[in-house]
C-alpha cells in the first residue's frame, strides 16, 4: 500500500474515495490513478498541504519544478505584454489551479474570463479558458508531451510554450480529444517574430517574442 494511502486514512472527515487502479501491461506494480474529486479531498483534509509543490496530472501526484530566475522572469514579461491586450471582460492568472476531467494542473498563465467573483467557491474550467500557457526549459519535453495530452483532451483551443532552451514560442492549437488526445497544428515563433494573442476566436494584438524571453544578462550571483 501506497504511503499516501496510509496518510489518507489517518484524515477526519468524510472518507475518502478509493482510487482508480489501473494495472500495467508489464511487470511494473499496479498504478493508483486519483480523481480530481479525491485529489481536492486530499488537500482539503492536509493529507497535501500548501508547502507540498505539486499538481495533478492525469491523476498522478506530480512534484513541480523549482523556477529558476530565467523562467520567473519570462512569466514576469509574459505578463506584461498581454495584460494591455486583454478584451473587457478577460484577465490573466498566474501559477493556480485549473480543474479539467482528469488533472488539476496549475499552468505559468492562463488568459480567462471574469470577473474574480466566478472563482470565489470553484476553480475555472475548460470553457473559462482561451488561452492556457507553460514556460518551459527542463520541463520542456513534459511540457509538450504531457501537459499537451492534457490540455488537447480538455479543448483548450491555444497552448502556447515558451520554450526558453531554444528560445521561441511554440503554440498549438486545433485540439482532438478521444482516445489518443492531440494537438493537431503547431507554428513555431522565432525571436525576430510577433505572436498573434487569439480570444473568442478574434486576434486582440500581438506579441513580440523578444519581449517574452530573458535576455544575456551578466551573472549577479556574485
Do not use: C
Request: charged share 30%; glycine share 6%.
Amino acid at each position: 500500500m501506497s504511503s499516501a494511502l496510509k496518510t489518507r486514512r489517518k484524515v477526519n472527515g468524510p472518507r475518502l474515495p478509493v482510487p482508480v487502479h489501473e494495472r500495467s501491461t508489464d511487470s511494473a506494480p499496479p498504478i493508483y490513478r486519483l480523481s480530481v474529486e479525491q485529489y481536492e479531498q486530499m488537500l482539503k483534509f492536509g493529507v497535501l498541504g500548501s508547502g507540498d509543490r505539486v499538481e495533478l496530472i492525469e491523476g498522478i501526484v506530480v512534484q513541480k519544478m523549482t523556477q529558476y530566475p530565467p523562467h520567473a522572469t519570462a512569466i514576469d514579461y509574459t505578463v506584461d505584454a498581454l495584460r494591455p491586450l486583454l478584451p473587457d471582460g478577460w484577465r490573466l492568472r498566474e501559477q493556480k489551479p485549473i480543474k479539467l476531467s482528469d488533472s488539476e494542473p496549475e499552468p505559468d498563465l492562463v488568459v480567462l474570463r471574469g470577473p474574480l467573483q466566478l472563482y470565489e467557491r470553484r476553480h475555472p474550467r475548460s470553457a473559462d479558458i482561451a488561452v492556457v500557457i507553460e514556460v518551459a526549459d527542463t520541463t520542456l519535453e513534459g511540457d509538450r508531451r504531457d501537459k499537451g495530452r492534457v490540455y488537447a483532451r480538455a479543448r483548450l483551443p491555444f497552448y502556447w510554450i515558451i520554450n526558453l532552451n531554444e528560445r521561441r514560442v511554440e503554440v498549438y492549437t486545433d485540439p482532438k480529444a478521444g482516445k489518443a488526445p492531440a494537438y493537431r497544428r503547431r507554428t513555431d515563433y522565432g525571436l525576430d517574430a510577433k505572436v498573434p494573442l487569439v480570444i473568442d476566436d478574434s486576434a486582440v494584438g500581438v506579441v513580440a517574442v523578444s519581449g517574452l524571453l530573458p535576455g544575456n544578462a551578466a551573472d549577479e550571483s556574485n
